[in-house]
């Protein structure tokens, strides 16, 4: 559902389950990860941060599942 709020928005590192915290910092715990208000701010971040490899989680209100999307900058 496109047309939706975006309830969630978390920054994974590719190939692990690695979240990014609003501190730059990684946790394993994604209810610890930064929930990023839109795609332009977590993309931003991840530029700013050197970050060449992630993956974004998006859910949208009215969703049940999770879709990812992966950002490869190498």
């Known amino acids: 559902m496109i047309d939706s709020p975006l309830k969630k ?3 994974r590192k590719a190939g692990s389950n690695q979240f990014l915290k ?3 910092r990684w946790t394993k715990k994604a209810e610890a ?3 990023f208000p839109t795609l332009v701010d977590a993309i931003h971040t991840c530029l700013a941060k050197g970050l060449r490899e992630v993956e974004f ?3 949208f209100e009215g969703d049940a599942e999770d879709q990812y999307y992966a950002l490869n900058l190498a």
């Open 57 to 59: 989680i998006l859910r």
């Open 33 to 35: 990860a930064f929930n």
């Open 22 to 24: 609003a501190t730059g």
């Open 9 to 11: 928005l978390l920054v």
